[in-house]
């Protein structure tokens, strides 16, 4: 079993910046598959960033260039860096987990296919 808690989100104004976190349960954190979603009011899940055990990323076309994600296996934690945040990026962000994999050719897997969830944590960008 995994369970996954975020920090880190909170409200900023246009063109700032915040790092989420989230910490992982798990004794084979180091080989799953991580990443991030949002979810606006009104809109579907998207998917954000993702990285593998291998360090393998995929990011979303809307956060090229300004987000991060990355992640600490000593602590077994998951970090998304995001710059210059626009209001359009306001939502509740969740950190998923798969212990068997997340990335593929074409990026990361849709939020169906991820097997752990935490709880969410809401960033709100403002003009």
């Known amino acids: 079993q995994v369970q996954l808690v975020e920090s880190g989100g909170g409200s900023v104004q246009s063109g700032g910046s915040l790092r989420l976190s989230c910490t992982a349960s798990g004794p084979e954190y180091s080989s799953y598959c991580m990443g991030w979603f949002r979810q606006a009011p009104g809109k579907e899940r998207e998917g954000v960033a993702a990285i593998g055990g291998d360090g393998r990323t995929s990011y979303s076309e809307s956060v090229k260039g300004r987000f991060s994600i990355s992640r600490n296996n000593a602590t077994n934690t998951l970090y998304l860096q995001m710059n210059n945040l626009k209001v359009e990026a306001s939502a509740i962000y969740y950190c998923?987990?798969?212990?068997?994999?997340?990335?593929?050719?074409?990026?990361?897997?849709?939020?169906?296919?991820?097997?752990?969830w935490g709880q969410g944590t809401q960033v709100t960008v403002s003009s």
């Open positions: 998923a987990a798969d212990t068997i994999g997340c990335l593929s050719n074409g990026g990361m897997w849709p939020s169906d296919d991820f097997g752990y």
